[in-house]
């Protein structure tokens, strides 16, 4: 197995593991997780022989082949099957191998080294690198593309899939999903389960780790703790740790305070002095514990939208493409105040064009599109990103928006984005990519949307970002349209998923686990006949498939309720607290006391309301079920 024992390890001086351990065991698949500049990737060049440690040792067995993920951008005039071929560096050596003996007339050579290529699987290699391009979204006439005409999403999958096709013992992939949409991410988790070998994965992506990891590697203070199971269970078991930490730290902080008091009463008393002296050689040996920092750098919220009580936009007919090709045909879709939409389908199906024609970005080849008086539009893709201003900083992006707006109120608002004091000035060119997005994402959170367009809205942000995310969305009161592969974020924020598929676009009678059940199926297909003893079980799935079906528009409603309802509490309970406080009794606050009383009357009624409803639905739910 891999071990790395009492690792430390410096970059430019800045200290990044302190007598770290980790250890990665045959065909075990762990996840490495941890904050932006860590050492995650410093991980990987330490195992790849592109660093060395400082102190401690990195042991490898003898013989193992480690395949990774590259992150730099290929340039290369090759086509990009053959790029993918190259990942295979023995299946290329023996076709030197074989070339040569050929070109040499040796036929005992030639048979040797077509018996070699035989052993190595060599001949279906083009293939298997198909199949591997075909999972991560690639069609049939992109093989023979050469990859310099491919842009950069593309290029980085195409790194992996050159990882994918390297034989080895351990593979090193870091964030394999970020360019991924989710059918691709579906596959590849699909893949790295019935992978042979040890992986060792940073991702972002908590359910991507959950489907693919047996353990947890979290690098914090310097060290490297394993936790066994995905990143949900790393995720409760660290929480009850540190709860634990800070409990056994508060009540040292007593124990201590304790002490000091008795030692700065009695210390200078004859009585009482050699137990004070003694008390204060205990409290000189007292281990500290260190407090727990739990709380996540990020916090934001997005402001109360202008409300509209009109369709916000309106699509009829539709017809979206680019010069004459429609992508989309007869589009209908109509995005009401508080509507929660996920879009789903294959890449290159259609999503971000059914977004670009809603926001107007390319014309509509057929049909309409009517906007509302008093939309506030907040838009991001990638894109948004490459139109920020590199030589400003994030502080200017904002005080252009809003020049009035006091300097030290955007301080404060970019504080919650993680960007404080000088950070706030520095023009944006040096920062990473989870950096500019966390930019992006304040501006469109700085201007108060009404509705929100977001596309692949945690690509390069960190798990406390995307946290943060999840729970501003929840929080929204607007109307929501994302693209995402992220399935926590698609699971938590949204109420509808809709299916952009074959030039068509609809609602998708299912939750996000229909539909990956159905990804699956298509990814690995079954030649069931109708005579074969699986045909009972095909028309099971298919009955089932149905019955979610039928039941799929109440369950809904009752999502929807069930996420209105804890909204309604958590204004309630603001109010409460409010109303909890002695200073809204005297004179001057009664205007506004009775305000308070009004709208917690108000949010009581509405909340009977939903409960009621709620119960009336989940009855007839029970009743379908």
Request: charged share 25%.
């Amino acid at each position: 197995m891999i071990t790395l024992h009492e690792v430390q390890l410096r970059r430019g001086g800045k200290l990044l593991l302190d007598g770290a351990h980790l250890s990665v065991h045959p065909e075990q698949h762990v996840g490495l997780v941890g904050a932006n500049g860590c050492g995650k990737s410093s991980v990987f060049k330490l195992l790849l022989g592109e660093l060395s440690a400082d102190a401690g040792n990195v042991s490898i067995p003898a013989g193992w082949r480690i395949a990774h993920m590259a992150q730099e951008v290929a340039v290369s005039d090759r086509s990009s099957l053959d790029f993918v071929l190259d990942g295979d560096a023995q299946l290329r050596e023996t076709e030197r191998e074989v070339r040569a003996a050929e070109e040499a007339g040796d036929h005992l050579r030639h048979a040797r080294a077509l018996e070699k290529m035989d052993s190595i699987r060599g001949f279906d290699a083009p293939y298997r690198a198909e199949q591997l391009m075909h999972g991560l979204g690639f069609h049939q006439h992109a093989m023979q593309v050469p990859v310099t005409d491919f842009s950069g999403g593309w290029r980085i999958r195409l790194n992996l899939a050159q990882a994918l096709m390297s034989p080895c013992e351990l593979l090193l992939l870091d964030e394999p999903t970020n360019h991924l949409d989710l059918d691709a991410t579906l596959w590849l988790e699909q893949w790295l389960r019935n992978f042979a070998g040890a992986t060792l994965i940073i991702s972002h992506d908590r359910d991507f780790l959950d489907n693919v990891v047996q353990r947890i590697a979290h690098i914090e203070h310097h060290t490297c703790e394993t936790y066994t199971g995905g990143y949900t269970s790393f995720e409760r078991v660290r929480g009850e740790r540190l709860a634990l930490q800070q409990a056994n730290y508060e009540k040292q902080q007593r124990q201590r305070q304790d002490v000091e008091g008795f030692v700065a009463r009695f210390r200078y008393k004859a009585s009482k002095a050699r137990q004070a002296q003694s008390r204060l050689k205990a409290l000189e040996r007292m281990q500290d514990s260190a407090p727990a920092h739990v709380s996540s750098p990020f916090f934001f919220r997005f402001p109360e939208p202008k409300q509209v009580h009109t369709a916000l936009l309106r699509l009829h007919q539709a017809d979206i493409g680019y010069g004459n090709s429609p992508v989309l045909t007869g589009v209908n879709l109509e995005i009401q105040p508080g509507i929660r939409m996920g879009l789903l389908g294959a890449n290159g199906a259609g999503k971000s064009t059914l977004i670009n024609g809603l926001t107007g970005k390319i014309p509509l080849l057929d049909g309409t599109l009517t906007v509302a008086k008093g939309l506030s539009l907040g838009y991001f893709s990638q894109h948004q990103l490459e139109a920020l201003d590199l030589d400003a900083s994030a502080l200017l992006h904002l005080q252009r928006l809003t020049p009035k707006v006091p300097e030290q109120q955007i301080r404060n608002f970019l504080g919650g984005f993680n960007f404080h004091g000088d950070g706030v000035l520095q023009p944006i060119k040096s920062f990473s990519g989870g950096e500019k997005a966390r930019i992006a994402l304040a501006i469109i959170v700085w201007l108060k949307p009404n509705l929100l367009l977001l596309d692949e809205p945690t690509n390069h942000l960190d798990l406390d970002m995307r946290y943060a995310l999840t729970l501003a969305l929840q929080h929204y009161e607007g109307a929501l349209l994302v693209i995402s592969h992220d399935r926590h974020l698609l699971r938590n924020t949204v109420d509808e998923l809709y299916l952009v598929n074959n030039g068509q676009f609809g609602a998708f009678d299912g939750d996000l686990s229909d539909y990956e059940q159905h990804m699956r199926e298509i990814n690995n297909p079954t030649r069931e006949t109708a005579t074969s003893p699986n045909s009972d079980k095909r028309a099971l799935r298919q009955q089932s498939a149905a019955q979610r079906s039928a039941r799929a528009p109440l369950a809904r409603k009752i999502q929807a309720l069930e996420k209105q309802l804890e909204i309604t509490d958590q204004k309630l309970r603001d109010v409460q607290s409010r109303l909890a406080e002695p200073s809204i009794y005297t004179p001057p606050q009664a205007d506004e006391l009775l305000r308070l009383v009004q709208v917690e009357g108000r949010l009581k009624s509405d909340q009977r309301q939903a409960e009621d409803t709620w119960l009336t639905l989940q009855g007839e739910l029970e009743k379908m079920a």
